[in-house]
């Protein structure tokens, strides 16, 4: 068995947020100790995570590592690099994805992440899409606006300080995408990344 439903819970746990990296590693190392997972090729690295828990500092870095090296991590269409201008005329070089190459890796069949034809003059979504078919570098016959992918984007940032001394803050922005007539569950959990960049 290469991977236990424990393990894949707690993953998922941390990718929603719900548990923390040390709290990954604990759990996993009292499941362990009470004789779980000794076939589970996941269990066996999730409890050994920051030296068996010793460097709790180091739990978040180990926990990516591990995922990102198991088959069960997506693999992410490679990035564009494209330059941003940044303050005082300078640039910074960036990964940038495009949403129409993640398409392709969605499980959730097209029609879950269309308005409904039967809810496009009903919804505030599918009034907006009809009246984007319609702009002039568009024109989309209205058939067709039940084939579209709407998505969302979000961009955000935040300040972080790379030491205690002062006038060390820095400024992480990202910007990330999902889709907006999908059912609530996937929107709730499927969120990808255009593009992050450090200032």
Known sequence: M???NLSLSLLELFGQG????ICVQQIAKAAWDDGW???CVMASKLWQICTCGKFPQNALRDLLTVVK???ICEVYP???MIDVRCKGNST???PCYLPHEYLAKYEEPIDNLCVRSDNIDSSYLGKTLLTWSQHPDVVLPRDAVARVVPIGVHA???QYYSSS???TARSLFGISWNMIAAPEKVRAKKKDQICKFRL
Do not use: C, F, M, Q
């Open 2 to 4: 290469p991977h236990s």
């Open 18 to 21: 719900e548990l923390s990296a």
């Open 37 to 39: 997972g000794r076939e």
């Open 69 to 71: 090296a198991s088959p």
């Open 78 to 80: 490679e990035p564009y």
């Open 92 to 94: 910074n070089t960036v």
């Open 156 to 158: 955000d940032g935040v």
């Open 165 to 167: 001394r002062a006038g």
